[in-house]
């Protein structure tokens, strides 16, 4: 259910896409609004907030709100040229690590990095939740669990599979270290060293690094950063190459942070069922929408069990528990099985507090709120980015999660950048990490998600005087 | 530091094995040990009742301790007859699934479980450790000791190891999900598809499944259920076969129970260095011993850095916990590199209460508590399992851990006799769990660690009498 808030941002949201509120438009008063919609000041107060905060519309001072023009900056990325004709063995591991172990140093502005702001969660709740499970749980429910993991938290998770509409088979979920764990096993269950996978480009760099320890080669589809990949590009790549199963984030796709409508969504699963092709879906980010209603996972319209869905709590509610799970259709058994030849089990005690939290009731309360945290800060990065960075960048405007995806001008080398950036005191994550032969050298991802760092216009200031400077790529 | 009962045991032990005191020899009375070893009656009742539970000497009704006869079934096993010439693919995941999930029934007699009893370690205070530790977490260290794990449980992990003379290199340990991953990841990071890893015959069916899911060959040298493998048939192996790695278990081996002699350590890390081949070594048992010291795992020999030596609290501390660790020598950079692409890192809340806790001292009295535990349980089934089962049995007689490796009679088919004896409520471990190739047909594994079992002494009587009914391999 959304809010009445989320609903009112929505109607006034359409209204702009539709055209009907035209950009320099000026937004009905707060009063004007309260009469019209029959809502309390406080909820107009709050829609406006979140339709500023996806910059769709922006407060003049003692003025009133206007819908945004589009600035520069506001075009997508464009697009890769081509679909690739050629699979490639994967090996971007070196660099993967160079930049991620950049952005450990707690004095280092985190745009690198992966997380959002730990003070987002209810760790506070969490460690409570924990203490109380433990306390109470029986000596024997330490190994009775393996490996399938706890029974109440299959079941919470059961329960919200539910909710959306998805019914998910009697071996479904099993709990896993985290969806790093959950998408490694998936992927294994449904391939065999030397097979050829379908990616999204750019994608997630876990993604290709499990293609290199699992020995597979990435055959890489174009991905629009707005709607991901194209139905028709996927049936083309599964038609020229014998694909044994695909990884795709269909929802605030990492990098791009793109959201695949429902009608893609569809077709794929669809083209995917009829070429019984297997997908793992990674949908740790499916939480983390923006607008009014979580997007349904592929997983909702699968019908042949060939959906094998990956998430965790790790990025909605509990860093470092690492609890995931996957909800691997036909081939859960064979996910088991290698859960327990490979880690035979989950944590128990991070199973516990997880299972006690949802017990407990908040969890989607806590997740309004992060909602909202989420997209008001990155927003705001969003608009200082346009404002800081040389003419010619175009930034991604993603619907949910935390990222931002940025194209600097052809130029701008931002694996350079990254090393400039760093040397003073800030991290990115630049374009090569999310490519499995080096593409993407010009653009970086920016985390979202830290709205209480105190240096962060600081560091996109600087970071906009480096990508303008060089460091080029002749440089 | 071993406690005076236990010095007084092993200077007992050592005038037994010496041939000082002889089978069916009177040991001084308790006040004449207290007055030749200047203890107090406690400490020569503990040593006794120690070396009792060890099976050395036996007391006798109003009469006093006698060192024992060897009784029919002292013997060890067999060994296999000859070295393996051939490497086999592994296969064997759907048997042992078949067997643990049969074993997950609390209401059956958990023989064949590979767990100790759950009440015997400190899961209260291992719980307020957690409660605590997570209490005074700063957010930040949720996500800041991605991948190797948290400084202060690495720390004290360190300690341990500079206490047994061990130096590990500064990357090292790195926190696992339970040994499990650790081996998994360390065997990983030492071979490619294909490769053939030389495996202890019969060795522990998890290192067969990640031989299995790796694409691995094995080839199985013969283990002295007493003294494990045998260096020079190490060698004989490394001279006609490729092999990339081996997976040893040197001390309380699974399924045998072998404790490998530190000559014999000291030979096969020198044979092994000679040859440049990488052994990861299962250390998971090591602080079970039931004698005096804790044996040096191979690591203590390792001078190239190729011992990859992996542990874990589950079996000694906090199961459930799912806490391993390895030590990985030179290939520490490679493990913790796929140990990220995997599973990411290890849940904080588990590393957190073992950190705690083991600042708070009490591990090592726990750990004394413990080994007697176990020692005298096992003690008690092997004497049932003498007694109740059929002429022609043998039985291993380990020095540490809590399993017995039992060979029946040729003609006696152990899965038959599984699948009776669950059919009555009981487990066990079949003798082909532990083979790439189904060998050790009539022998089985018994859990030896739960003390507390209501039914162990029935269920041992009905395994006896299971076992000389048939269930034949021709029945």
Redesign the interface.
């Known amino acids: 259910m959304s809010t009445l808030y989320e609903q009112l941002a929505e109607s006034l949201e359409q209204r702009i896409r539709d055209g009907h509120l035209r950009p320099g438009e000026r937004l009905p008063s707060v009063r004007q609004a309260c009469a019209q919609a029959q809502v309390s000041a406080a909820t107009v107060f709050q829609a406006y907030y979140l339709l500023e905060s996806r910059g769709l519309i922006e407060a003049r001072p003692r003025s009133g709100y206007y819908v945004c023009r589009p600035v520069q900056g506001q075009a997508r990325p464009a697009l890769p040229e081509q679909v690739r004709t050629e699979s490639t063995p994967v090996a971007i591991?070196e660099l993967v690590?160079e930049v991620?172990n950049s952005t450990?140093d707690?004095e280092v502005v985190p745009l690198g990095s992966a997380?959002p702001a730990?003070?987002l969660?209810p760790?506070?709740r969490?460690?409570r939740a924990?203490?109380r499970a433990?306390?109470h749980?029986a000596?024997?429910?330490?190994?009775?669990e393996?490996t399938a993991g706890n029974a109440r938290l299959r079941d919470a998770l059961r329960a919200r599979y539910i909710r959306q509409g998805i019914v998910v088979n009697p071996d479904d979920p099993i709990i896993?270290?985290?969806a790093?764990?959950a998408l490694?096993l998936c992927l294994?269950a449904v391939t065999?060293?030397g097979d050829v996978v379908a990616v999204e480009s750019p994608t997630f760099y876990?993604a290709l690094?499990?293609l290199?320890?699992l020995?597979l080669r990435a055959i890489e589809i174009p991905t629009d950063p707005t709607s991901g990949i194209d139905p028709d590009g996927l049936a083309e790549v599964l038609s020229q190459h014998r694909v044994a199963a695909c990884w795709l984030m269909p929802s605030f796709q990492n990098p791009l942070g793109a959201l695949m409508p429902t009608s893609r969504r569809q077709a794929i699963v669809q083209t995917l069922a009829q070429a019984g092709v297997p997908v793992v879906e990674d949908d740790v980010y499916g939480e983390l929408y923006h607008g009014a209603t979580r997007p349904l996972p592929l997983k909702a319209f699968d019908r042949e069990g060939l959906v094998l869905h990956c998430s965790s709590f790790s990025k909605c509610l509990a860093?470092?528990?690492?609890?995931g799970w996957a909800a691997a259709g036909r081939f859960a058994p064979a996910v088991q099985?290698?859960k327990?030849?490979?880690?035979?089990?989950?944590?128990?005690?991070?199973q516990m507090?997880l299972a006690e939290y949802l017990e407990e009731g908040g969890f989607d309360r806590h997740l309004r709120r992060l909602r909202l945290s989420l997209a008001n800060n990155l927003a705001k990065v969003r608009l200082m980015v346009l404002k800081y960075f040389p003419p010619g960048t175009r930034v991604s405007q993603p619907q949910g999660g935390y990222f931002l995806w940025i194209q600097l001008p052809e130029h701008v080398d931002t694996l350079k950048l990254h090393r400039a950036a760093l040397s003073q005191g800030i991290s990115i994550a630049p374009g090569l990490l999310f490519s499995a032969d080096m593409r993407f050298r010009n653009s970086l991802r920016l985390n979202g998600g830290h709205p209480n760092e105190p240096n962060m216009v600081d560091a996109i200031r600087t970071l906009g005087v480096l990508a303008s400077q060089g460091p080029g790529r002749t440089a």
Chains 1, 2 share one sequence.
Request: charged share 15%.
């Open positions: 591991s690590f991620l450990r707690r997380f730990p003070e969660f760790l506070d969490l460690a924990g203490a433990m306390r749980l000596p024997q429910a330490l190994t009775a393996l896993t270290n985290g790093m764990e490694n294994q065999q060293p876990a690094q499990a290199e320890r020995h860093p470092g528990y690492r609890v099985r290698l327990m030849m490979s880690s035979l089990a989950t944590s128990v005690p991070s507090a």
